[in-house]
């Protein structure tokens, strides 16, 4: 199965990728290796039923607010994956993302002036992770350094969590990949989104408007991971059914790591692909899958007694009636475990 980002890694790896360091294919070929959540196929993200605000589908939430003064529900806790890759495209407004070959936009280019960007990000969600302490420029103390630029910006409230992106901006119609390189913050409800040192150096003041992207970037991130924990869909991960057992190193590998590929591209489905014939008569046919409403339930079991919202009400949602695994059209097609049936399955 082809990856949809191929034609982006593509371009990352030749000549016109622009931004700090030399690592490209050091940061390609660890994604080769991590889930792939891939929602380029439409031109703008926010179309898709997991970008709706967080509100629509979970309640008594904390948020934070953006630079553009969007608000993105906070539930940061319970990511899906430590390591991802996410990739969704956005059409932006030029005053308020610069593009870094322009100077800066006058007012009166400002109707004129709307891109079609595609944004692909390699997160990281353990900053300690030696894959990126041995990184050219990367912060030797994350968590010191972030938390004295959150005094400096006057922020009460201790850095309690942080997350790394290598992230490339694309636009059509532009051969240029443009990276930044950073950390989302957290600071009590308040989001520090922070260039490393080597990407300030390399964009100057043109860091900002890709630093606008990650925010987006983050934004559509914790509306995704709250979704895959409330929403209607589940996650479905999809490997091919006889994957290559052995890499292959070769010239052709270098210039197309995603040949090498084994991390699984991430689906949301609400029910699996059709492997069943219609039924024929009898009376030993397997139940047609279908899904089971989600619903709120109390926690009022004995053995539950040690889970964090014993006695409170959780939300289930919809799932699966049938096979949570099948094989079609020469993919493996798998559910994920949902993140409450992780939860409750640790207490018994």
Known sequence: M????AMLIKRFLGKHARGDGDDQRQIVNRAMEVPLLDFSHKDDA?????????QDFIKDVDHWTLADGDEVAVEVAEWAFDEFVFVYRRPVLMQDVMRPSDGWLSRADEDLMQMQATVWAYINTDVQDPFLTQMNGYWPNVMEGLDELRVKR?????????????????YDGEPWAYRWDGFFAQSGTNGLFIATDGTEAFWDEATHGLTTHAQWTYGGMVRLMTYLKYGDKHLVEVIPAQPHTKKRNNELTKKRPWLNATGPHMLLLDRMPATQKEHQGGTHASPKPHRRRGHWKTLKHPKYRHHPQYQKQIYVKPSFVGPRQVTYEGN?????????ETLSNSTT
């Open 332 to 340: 493996i097609y798998r559910v994920v475990e949902p993140i409450e």
């Open 154 to 170: 006057g922020l009460k409230d201790p850095v309690t969590a942080a997350y790394y992106t290598t992230q490339y901006v694309v």
């Open 2 to 5: 082809q990856r949809p980002d």
């Open 46 to 54: 926010r179309d898709f039923e997991w970008s709706m605000s967080s």
